[in-house]
């Protein structure tokens, strides 16, 4: 799941920013209304559909949120517990780490997304199949002069190959389908219906929408439209996005044809309005069929031809430009101010071990350790504030118990606005199934964003993580497939192959030459490490000089101790819980320049 959440953030971004840019483009068309060439008109859904398929947004000084100075919402994230396992679990597990966290609201929406697009894509290929399926069974051949026709109206468009041709009763319209291999669809009665003028222009309309490759465009914005099934403005965006694409393939069939060639073809259209029907034609078919009001606006700006000033294309041109810009991008990290106040960061990270959790719930420490640290209630990710006398008494107090383990990391200085990371960390290094050396980083992180507030205090972003290595998972814990195969063919002939037994805990590889032989093995034996994660993200207003504490998500380690006889038999056994609390308490303190300080 957590891998498909920045797929899901991304589409959520992507959507919000494509509906905007649908909208201004849905009023400028509105203004300028039959001002703007047909083609034009089609191409100024260009911006939206390259936020669509923009995979990452730069940032630039020039975006929208940086001119509009857009601060970013401020979020709190409740701390989340991960397992950095390809592993499986010890044999006593830890129940902090063991228990499954809740699916948050963002996780929810994310599956019923995803529920959303197989359920689209899967309704849209079973249509889209059986329809293609039932024209097929059902085709008819082509008469001599259809055929002349065809090929005739092919070298006019200026199309390399001929697309294949079905004649069926079961086509309702005039269409054409396909990407790799285009197939042209007509009605079984389209020689009968249309004069023979007619049939060419409906044959070139129908062509020239295999030459400007509106095939390939309307499958993209199908699937597009299956990420994107939520959102209403898309789905209005797409249909009229089809109407300008239909406008603009007229526009590109008349060409330069005089008053008589627009007049004729507007009465083919209203023909083939009366004559066939679009029922049945799902979103992967292109055709000339229209009606109602769109069919009224192409006849309308088909009833002149088009004048338009010498500057329109420059201008439009200019506005797709910018407008894609302006979609793509968003807000730059501003830079940090030279002249902005510098900020000390003083860190430290306590571990608070006690044996029976349950009594280390109900009595609270001693004092004076208020706060989060009373032991009252657990509530992850909850902050207090201390001044430096108190946070003086507690570090005083904590050092004097047992089970205590406090750890002090390095002071950093930024300044306000800049963001710094405090990291005490090891390389905990170790061999992978398939006998590669891989490396985790085992320790404490701190990732902090401090500003300085209208009140002059200091506002932290505080993110901070601890990664600890939980030993080695047990051989024969696995609960995937005992023995894992793999084969590696060489272009000399020779093979690799390597099989890793979970059960025995070791890799053993084999090399054989080109004629089969075995000419080498080695067994390697590996151990899987399990590595858990305890993260949280606050924010915190607090004064200069003045330490705030959070507190991690708790956790629950399990011993098992027995007690055996002279004859092995256990006698006694007895588990053991400890409580393991996490704080991180952060200083920060604005360091005055020199002259101040005299």
């Known amino acids: 799941m957590n891998t498909l959440m920045p797929l899901f953030d991304w589409m959520l971004a992507a959507s919000a920013r494509a509906s905007a840019l649908a909208v201004v483009v849905l009023i400028v068309q509105a203004m300028l209304r039959h001002r703007v060439p047909a083609r034009w008109r089609y191409a100024l859904w260009l911006p939206v559909l390259i936020v669509l398929l923009m995979p990452v947004f730069p940032e630039s ?67 889209y199949g059986g329809t293609l399926q039932r024209y097929k069974c059902n085709r008819q051949p082509l008469s001599d002069g259809l ?33 790799l291999r285009p197939v042209l669809l007509l009605p079984s009665q389209f020689e009968q219906t249309l004069g023979q003028q007619e049939a060419r222009l409906v044959l070139k309309h129908e062509l020239m929408h295999i030459k400007r490759g509106d095939l390939l465009l309307n499958a993209l914005l199908c699937l597009l439209l299956a990420l994107h099934w ?72 088909l009833a002149t031809k088009p004048s338009h000033h010498p500057l329109m294309k420059a201008t439009l041109s200019l506005g797709i430009v910018l407008l894609s810009f302006l979609g793509v991008t968003q807000a730059a990290t501003p830079a940090p101010d030279p002249k902005a106040p510098q900020i000390e960061i003083a860190s430290k990270f306590v571990e608070i071990t006690e044996r029976n959790p349950g009594a280390f719930v109900d009595a609270p420490l001693p004092a004076p350790l208020p706060g989060p640290l009373d032991g009252a209630k657990i509530v992850p990710t909850l902050t207090k504030t201390y001044t430096d ?18 750890l002090s990391a390095p002071r950093v200085t930024t300044r306000a606005g800049q963001r710094a990371k405090v990291e005490v960390v090891r390389e905990f290094a170790y061999a992978s199934e398939t006998g590669q050396q891989e490396t985790e980083n085992v320790g404490v992180t701190l990732n902090v964003m401090p500003k300085i507030t209208a009140e002059q205090k200091i506002a932290l972003d505080l993110a901070p993580q601890v990664s600890e290595f939980e030993g080695f998972a047990p051989p024969g814990g696995a609960k995937e497939g005992p023995v894992s195969a793999r084969t590696v063919l060489h272009s000399d002939g020779t093979r690799t192959e390597s099989a890793s037994n979970a059960e025995k805990g070791e890799l053993r590889e084999s090399k054989y030459d080109a004629r089969g032989e075995l000419q080498s093995q080695t067994v390697v034996p590996y151990r899987k490490p399990i590595f858990s994660k305890r993260k949280a993200e606050v924010h915190a207003v607090i004064a200069s000089g003045e330490t705030v504490v959070l507190e991690l998500d708790p956790r629950t380690d399990k011993q098992l101790v027995e007690e055996t006889d002279e004859a092995g038999r256990v006698i006694k056994s007895e588990t053991i819980s400890f409580q393991r609390r996490c704080f991180v308490f952060v200083t920060a303190t604005v360091v005055k320049p020199a002259a101040e300080k005299k």
């Open 230 to 301: 939520f959102n209403p403005v898309l789905w209005f965006a797409f249909f009229k996005a089809r109407l300008d694409r239909e406008a603009a393939c007229d526009a590109q069939v008349l060409g330069n044809e005089d008053q008589i060639q627009r007049v004729a073809y507007g009465h083919t259209l209203l023909k083939v309005e009366s004559s066939f029907s679009h029922h049945g034609l799902s979103l992967g078919f292109v055709g000339i069929f229209q009606r109602g009001a769109a069919l009224r606006s192409r006849i309308r700006s």
């Open 147 to 179: 055929q002349r026709e065809l090929a005739a109206m092919v070298q006019e468009v200026g199309l390399r190959r001929a697309p294949q041709v079905w004649l069926a009763d079961a086509v309702p319209s005039p269409a054409v389908t396909g990407m």
């Open 389 to 406: 006398p108190q946070f003086q008494v507690v570090v005083r107090n904590l050092s004097q118990r047992k089970g205590v383990d406090l």
């Open 61 to 127: 000084s020039w975006s929208v949120s940086s001119i509009t100075h857009l601060e970013p919402v401020k979020k709190t994230v409740l701390p989340a517990m991960e397992r950095s396992v390809s592993l499986p679990a010890p044999s006593v597990p830890s129940e902090g780490v063991s228990k499954s966290a809740p699916m948050s609201w963002r996780q929810v929406l994310c599956v019923v997304w995803l529920a959303g697009v197989a359920s689209m894509a899967f309704i849209g290929l079973i249509s």
